[in-house]
């Protein structure tokens, strides 16, 4: 049997998991890791084939669809661009499962946690696969519903109890704009059909949408006096979604505060299995954006704003994973970039965008891990407390280190030496500089230079501050075990090498998605349609453009060696809260007072809130004197029931009787 | 004539008979084997009426008729007979009397299945008192049992005074039109519509039918009968036997007495509005969860019997895949309920009311199953989507809107509005409130059954599509049929 037709397996396989671990977990060692882990795996080895055997075969997509209800349907869909993503996913995963019966050996509850997980990686894996804006829309909720459970894992505590409502409230602001976004694209295409769809054809479903880009661009609609054109409409809000999920400013204010859940969770959601289904959704509908005029400058400019704005963040940081997180939203913000330019370099975005997803991912994943294995050796993240870690845990400060060099972008340009970062990051940034060159605009191009020196000084600054020097507290601790320091290594190599080798077939391979492929678009008219103009050729920089991010990430390495290692100036002078910028920095820019305190609890609280509940007094009242007044009702009605035979019969005899007339009177009124 | 095409209920009749005989041989402790024949009985007819669908035939000189309508509700009883036969395993497990429980079951089956296909009065009627009989001394089953011999009693008065109603109403019928063919009494019937007999036959029909689908007034038998049943027993009569009311309604009015409608339609209107408010308003304040699911029943008979006001083709099609549901909701509902009175009985062998509410508290942790099948039926029936319960009312309500009766559909929404009220207390019982009583293990057979009309209610409302077309076949058949 050909490996495609067990494509369905992929999310299936796991979902079992889930049911089995959350049943029998209990009974069995390490909480049912097996289970989990079996599964996972087996979806790896099954995803990986079915990608060689696009690369090979390009045209064996797998695409299969059942019928739903109606002009719905389910049904899957396996195409270059889902995947790279289900290998990374499903790979990444394992590689955190295994790691977790390690770090999870301590805890209560570990059969709910791989349970959890398990049901999370399904869900990621589900929307990956979907070929329908509808299925994608189901597993969407799906992995918030399992981030909100496994962020707040631990919800005896209550900030992690808040952390997890953060993020489900904020993400679901991005949601509803999705949703609201699949209503407007369903209520366009049925007028497109006339409210007539032959039998056999699905119209959420993704070939059939962009075969309707046209129609869609030519539906306008009058929003505050402007003409909007109705895909620009749909694809802002499926990015309002993406803008959510994937932590982009400025709905990224769940990101840093999901640290609370355990770290391997952190390593899931901000490597794996949530924070990328953004990027994926607006990868998914590619085509639809590059048709929609403005929409891919919006995904640009938020992309490079958030990738320098949570850079900033991340320097002022003193917990280790908070660092981290920042650093994701800014990653995840070269990766909507990465699809940003687009504009100017047409189906090559989808490309080097998700190129930067899957090295991110795996750089992302063991950076989370390395900082789970301190974590779990000395049990403090706070990195003024630490220091020195390199000579108590070797193995976890090298492939740490790794991963750092990995993130910076640290290579040679115009050969293929390099870190994977190197090759996925400088290709984002170079063609930032193409957009610069083609639309004109060259923020996105400063911005996104600019955040690769910060990303270099808050990576090195933590790598200082935790493993060099000499310890600044008594925190004892050693190696971890080689259930969590394996998976370490696996994903070092991956990290070190896997751009350099990939980095050609896989802009190609992916690139190709939507064109030859299970619907092949003519990007460039597209692209007319949404007004973009495509550059011609790509690849021309002046050699400065190449060197530039090398430069700027040796001179994060270097700027922080002088001030953490050899500290040649005094930070304890600088970093008070005295300094303006410092303050304003480690304040988070004051966004907790901004939205928590002023929108949440002024505007919506306590305006809308208050304004709402007089209404429900209300109706509270309403439905309070209808349930006490058929509960009442309820109770005179039971002394019908006697219990005595004889006055049943007379019931129904009377009721015949009365029926007859009934009837007649009713007859003669009507 | 091809007796395949009686082959299901053949299937049955001689299971039934050798279950009989063979348990007459058998020691006490090695009954429990019967249970199993009468299930695999069930299965094979099963399997024999769905690898026949599609057929249509008329048989035994054009007095019984297979047709989309007969096929779909003799799978309805079968799926019901299936759920009441592995349930049984476990009910009649160490009593003397085993052949007796299955045997009387499975001819209620053959009864209901035969009023499915009946084309002629008389085999109606024949067949509706052959399921009537059996199901009479099921109910008294356990005869050292006052209250279950006590729902027998009057669950066999009423019924006969409604049989003596409904031969009357016959009686009229063939007076009338000269005929007890059901179609040639529709080719006949204008004499009785202008006649003001015809008024008198129908509802004395209705009497007879409205008895067994429980309709107010004539349900004052059911939440006694119900309650003091066996609740496999219960799960027959609400689940299967309703069903065989609604099916003969179904060919007597839609069909054969189809000149009449404008009468039977105002009768059906106004018992569906008495019934699904009474059920759904006195269920409120039940403490017994037998009665209240009694209740619960009359409350669903009510919006089924809308089909019968509305009269389009998609409300017929909506209220019989409501009875199917229904079908599977009920069942199961009354199954768990089975199985937490065994789980009471068997702590306490004298405990007054198994079936009390109380008992069901913190069931969500002693009986984790049981509990979650329960919740998935009252969700189901309460209407909650992605269950057969939503799509069914779903279907039956949006057509009864779309035909102009917006004021039923109202009053039917806001029916299902205070039903949430009784269906979310058991919900509340199991897992809200605690309990000090440990963890039981769960009887097997009724896991089983719970768990097949689990995967039932859920497939058919996630995946209601083929179902709600098949349902729309059947309905088609009685709207030509009388053409």
Redesign the interface.
């Given at each position: 049997m050909a490996v495609e037709n067990l494509a369905f397996l992929i999310p299936v396989l796991p979902a079992l998991a889930f049911v089995l671990t959350f049943f029998l977990g209990k009974k069995l060692p390490t909480g049912g890791a097996i289970i989990p882990i079996a599964a996972i795996a087996t979806s790896f080895i099954i995803s990986l084939l079915i990608t060689l055997n696009l690369l090979a075969n390009p045209e064996e997509v797998v695409s299969q669809s059942y019928s739903w209800f109606a002009i719905l349907n389910v049904g899957i869909l396996v195409d270059p661009l889902a995947a790279v993503m289900l290998t990374m996913v499903t790979f990444v995963s394992l590689l955190i499962h295994i790691y977790s019966t390690g770090y999870m050996s301590h805890d209560k509850a570990p059969s709910r946690y791989f349970a959890e997980t398990a049901l999370f990686t399904a869900s990621m894996l589900g929307l990956i696969l979907s070929d329908n804006i509808l299925q994608l829309f189901i597993c969407w909720e799906l992995v918030g519903v399992c981030s909100y459970l496994l962020i707040g894992f631990w919800f005896e505590k209550p900030s992690a109890a808040t952390a997890a409502k953060k993020a489900f409230l904020t993400t679901r602001i991005g949601d509803v704009m999705f949703l609201t976004g699949i209503i407007v694209l369903f209520s366009d295409l049925f007028k497109i059909f006339n409210g007539n769809v032959p039998d056999g054809v699905y119209i959420l479903r993704f070939d059939e949408i962009f075969a309707h880009i046209p129609d869609l661009a030519a539906i306008n609609a009058n929003i505050f006096g402007m003409e909007v054109s109705h895909i620009t409409l749909i694809t802002l809000l499926f990015f309002g979604g993406a803008v959510g999920k994937s932590g982009q400013f400025p709905l990224h204010v769940w990101l840093p505060d999901a640290m609370e859940g355990p770290t391997t969770v952190s390593a899931l959601i901000h490597a794996a299995t949530m924070v990328t289904a953004g990027v994926y959704l607006v990868a998914r509908t590619f085509p639809m954006f590059i048709a929609a005029p403005d929409s891919l400058m919006v995904v640009a400019y938020v992309g490079a704003f958030t990738a320098i704005f949570a850079g900033t963040m991340g320097i002022v940081m003193n917990d280790l994973k908070r660092v981290l997180a920042y650093s994701t939203v800014s990653q995840l913000g070269y990766m909507m970039l990465g699809l940003g330019v687009g504009a100017a370099v047409g189906s090559e975005a989808v490309g080097i965008a998700l190129f930067h997803l899957i090295n991110h991912a795996f750089f992302k994943a063991l950076l989370f891990l390395c900082a789970g294995s301190v974590i779990h050796a000395v049990g403090t993240h706070d990195m003024r407390q630490l220091g020195g870690v390199a000579k108590v845990m070797p193995i976890t400060a090298i492939t740490m280190i790794i991963a750092s060099l990995a993130l910076t972008g640290i290579g040679i340009p115009g050969t293929s030496i390099g870190t994977s970062g190197f090759f996925s990051k400088d290709a984002i940034i170079e063609n930032a500089y193409l957009f610069g060159e083609t639309t004109g605009t060259w923020l996105p191009y400063i911005f996104s230079i600019a955040a690769a020196l910060l990303t270099s000084i808050y990576i090195f600054r933590l790598i200082f501050m935790t493993f060099y020097g000499k310890p600044r507290t008594d925190y004892g601790g050693h190696e971890s075990p080689a259930s969590m320091t394996i998976p370490l290594s696996i994903l070092a190599l991956c990290a070190l090498v896997f751009g350099g080798l990939t980095t050609k077939t896989f802009n190609t391979f992916v690139s190709e998605t939507f064109v030859n492929n299970f619907v092949n678009m003519d990007i460039s008219s597209l692209a007319t349609l949404g007004g973009y103009h495509l550059a011609e050729h790509a690849g021309e920089e002046p050699m400065l453009i190449l060197w530039l991010p090398l430069i700027m990430a040796l001179a994060g390495l270097v700027i922080t060696f002088l001030i953490y290692g050899l500290k040649i100036v005094n930070m304890d002078k600088l970093v008070s809260r005295n300094n303006p910028i410092y303050k304003l920095l480690y304040n988070r820019y004051y966004q907790n007072s901004i939205f928590t305190n002023f929108i949440s609890v002024k505007v919506i609280y306590e305006g809308f809130a208050f304004a709402g509940r007089a209404v429900d007094r209300g109706f509270d009242w309403i439905v309070k004197w209808f349930s006490d007044f058929t509960l009442e009702a309820g109770e005179s009605l039971r002394q019908f029931q006697t219990g005595a035979v004889q006055n049943y019969a007379t019931a129904v005899i009377t009721g015949v009787s009365l029926l007859v007339i009934l009837i007649k009177v009713v007859m003669e009124v009507l | 004539m091809n007796l395949m095409l009686v082959a299901p209920e053949l299937t049955i009749a001689v299971t039934g008979l050798a279950v009989l005989l063979i348990g007459l041989f058998l020691p006490t402790d090695s009954k429990k084997i019967l249970g199993y024949l009468a299930s695999l009985g069930v299965l094979i007819a099963l399997a024999l009426t769905v690898s026949s669908l599609g057929t249509e035939a008329l048989l035994f000189y054009n007095t019984v008729s297979i047709d989309a309508l007969s096929q779909f509700f003799k799978i309805v009883f079968l799926v019901v007979a299936l759920l009441f036969t592995i349930a049984g395993i476990k009910y009649t497990e160490g009593n003397s009397n085993t052949e007796e429980f299955f045997t009387l079951g499975l001819f209620a089956t053959i009864g209901m299945m035969f009023v499915a296909s009946a084309n002629d009065l008389m085999v109606l009627f024949v067949a509706f008192e052959l399921a009537s009989l059996a199901t009479y001394a099921l109910a008294g089953f356990e005869k050292k049992n006052i209250k279950s011999l006590e729902a027998a009693?009057?669950y066999f008065?009423?019924g006969s005074?409604?049989a003596a109603?409904m031969l009357l109403g016959i009686s009229y019928v063939y007076g009338a039109t000269g005929t007890t063919s059901i179609p040639e009494i529709a080719a006949n019937s204008a004499t009785l519509a202008s006649s003001p007999i015809g008024?008198?036959a129908?509802?004395?029909l209705?009497?007879g039918f409205g008895?067994k689908i429980a309709l107010?007034?004539?349900h004052?038998?059911a939440?006694?009968t119900y309650q003091g049943s066996p609740s496999v027993v219960s799960a027959l009569l609400a689940a299967g036997s309703k069903k065989m009311g609604i099916v003969a309604a179904l060919k007597v009015f839609v069909v054969a007495l189809i000149a009449l409608k404008?009468?039977w339609q105002?009768?059906f209107a106004?018992?569906a509005v008495i019934t699904m408010t009474?059920g759904?308003?006195?269920?409120?304040?039940q403490t017994s969860v037998k009665r209240m699911l009694a209740y619960s029943s009359l409350a669903q008979a009510g919006y089924i019997t809308m089909a019968f006001v509305v009269l389009t083709p998609i409300a017929l099609g909506g209220g019989i895949f409501y009875a199917l549901s229904h079908g599977f909701m009920k069942a199961g509902a009354f199954i768990a309920t089975a199985a937490v009175t065994y789980m009471v009985l068997s702590e306490n062998k004298d405990s007054a009311d198994p079936d009390h509410i109380e008992n069901f508290r913190g069931l969500g942790k002693r009986m984790p199953i049981t509990a979650l099948c329960m919740t998935i039926f009252v969700f189901a029936l309460a209407g909650i989507p992605l269950t057969a319960g939503y799509m069914s009312k779903f279907v039956l309500f949006s057509s009864t809107i779309q035909s102009g009766f917006v004021w039923l559909a109202v009053i039917a929404i806001l029916n299902s509005a205070?039903s949430l009220?009784y269906y979310a207390k058991i919900v509340k019982y199991m897992y809200f409130l605690p309990t000090d009583s440990e963890k039981v293990s769960e009887p097997f057979p009724y896991t089983i059954a719970m768990i097949i009309a689990a995967v039932g209610v859920l497939a058919l409302g996630f995946?209601?599509?083929p179902f709600v077309h098949w349902a729309m076949e059947a309905a088609s058949v009685l709207l030509t049929g009388g053409m």
């Open positions: - | 009693m009057k008065i009423i005074l409604s109603l008024i008198v129908v509802v004395l209705l009497a008895f107010v007034p004539f004052m038998w939440p006694d404008a009468d105002i009768a106004i018992l009474y759904n308003v006195v269920a409120l304040k205070i009220g995946w209601s599509e």
